[in-house]
C-alpha cells in the first residue's frame, strides 16, 4: 500500500510512503516534485500516478508520476482543460 502526499494538518505533503505489513511500519520510499493534497491516485503498468490536487494555494492541472521499480519520480504531464 503506497500514499502520496496528503495534508497534516498544517501544510501539504510531498512524500510517497509504503506500507510494510511484515513489519507493521510506514517507510518513506521518496519524494514528490510538488506538494500535494486531494490527488487522485491510480496505479497502472507498475507506476502511481498523482492526478492534480492542490499544495493550499494552488490547484493541479498536472500528473505526478512514482515508478515502483526505479522509484523514480516525475511530473508527467499537464491537463488539458482545467
Known amino acids: 500500500m503506497y500514499i502520496c502526499g496528503g495534508f497534516d494538518g498544517t501544510s501539504s505533503l510531498n512524500s510517497v510512503e509504503m506500507f ?3 513489519t507493521d511500519e ?23 500516478y498523482a492526478i492534480g490536487g492542490h499544495d493550499g494555494l494552488s490547484i493541479f492541472d498536472s500528473v505526478g508520476n512514482f515508478e515502483l521499480v526505479c522509484r523514480i519520480v516525475s511530473e508527467v504531464f499537464k491537463l488539458k482543460g482545467l
Open 26 to 48: 510506514w517507510t518513506m520510499i521518496s519524494s514528490m516534485e510538488k506538494h500535494r493534497s486531494a490527488a487522485g491516485v491510480v496505479v497502472l503498468d507498475g507506476q502511481i
Open 20 to 22: 510494510e505489513p511484515e
